[in-house]
Nanobody
Framework: VQLQASGGGSVQPGGSLRLSCVASGFTLDAFAGGWFRQAPGKEREGVSCISSDHGTTYYSHSVKGRFTISRDNTKNTVYLQMNSLEPEDTAVYYC?????????????????????WGQGTLVTVSS
């Protein structure tokens, strides 16, 4: 069971990046998928999550309107399109599966609902 996150990098404010999280060793389509981030000296933040059937998404207030989460179950992949990036978005981004096919702002912070984690991918937004 493995999640592989990629797509991070350095970008100027206002730029865009697309993160990908590919699952291997299991089928992702039964689980909600989520993206988290942690900046130096800050708590981990639940950025966004998407239900297994694409029907429900959640975004943190800090990224709503700028980030879009999506998934392609045929590719066992969850994506995070990040637009209008700000220096405050600088962090290590992690993908994770939920243990349920659904997710909420609450379950993203409940270890009982979190499943497998990928390694982090660094996003740096700086001029």
């Amino acid at each position: 069971v493995q999640l592989q996150a990629s797509g991070g990098g350095s970008v100027q404010p206002g730029g865009s990046l697309r993160l990908s999280c590919v699952a291997s060793g299991f089928t992702l389509d039964a689980f909600a998928g989520g993206w988290f981030r942690q900046a130096p000296g800050k708590e981990r933040e639940g950025v966004s999550c998407i239900s297994s059937d694409h029907g429900t998404t959640y975004y943190s207030h800090s990224v709503k309107g700028r980030f879009t989460i999506s998934r392609d179950n045929t590719k066992n992949t969850v994506y995070l399109q990040m637009n209008s990036l700000e220096p405050e978005d600088t962090a290590v981004y992690y993908c994770a599966t939920m243990r349920d096919p659904w997710c909420t702002s609450t379950t993203m912070y409940d270890n009982d609902h979190l499943g497998s984690w990928g390694q982090g991918t660094l996003v740096t937004v700086s001029s």
